[in-house]
């Protein structure tokens, strides 16, 4: 099985930092491009920054030059992470960490997501 696990979330005042990490782990042969998503209430799930496994990154317009999206490998897990800064109130969202991974006996990659964590900027 795989498990992406994401921390970091929490509550931080307009103009705050915040960094939130995913850990990516289980029976893993390979993993592509690593994201982060956000959705708000009443909204749909939005790209928020995504990196490549040669650590080619996007970002959404609205988090560009404010938010830096990085990975890492350690030992049977990889990392990624997201700095935010500058945040906005309009950064208030469930943010989501997003995998493409090929496990044991499949020919592609598949999609996992984690279970969300809240992200809460107050004005």
């Known amino acids: 099985q795989v498990q992406l696990v994401e921390s970091g979330g929490g509550l931080v005042q307009a103009g705050g930092s915040l960094r939130l990490s995913c850990a990516a782990s289980?029976?893993?042969?390979?993993?592509?491009?690593m994201g982060w998503y956000r959705q708000a209430p009443g909204k749909q799930r939005e790209l928020v920054a995504t990196?490549?496994?040669?650590?080619?990154?996007?970002?959404a317009d609205s988090v560009k030059g404010r938010f830096t999206i990085s990975r890492d490998n350690a030992k049977n897990t990889v990392y990624l992470h997201l700095q935010m800064n500058s945040l906005k109130p309009e950064d208030t969202a469930v943010y989501y960490c997003?995998?493409?991974?090929?496990?044991?006996?499949?020919?592609?990659?598949?999609?996992?997501w984690g279970q969300g964590t809240q992200v809460t900027v107050s004005s």
């Open positions: 997003n995998a493409a991974i090929r496990v044991p006996g499949t020919f592609f990659p598949y999609n996992y």
């Open positions: 289980g029976s893993i042969l390979s993993i592509n491009a």
């Open positions: 990196i490549s496994s040669g650590g080619s990154t996007n970002y």
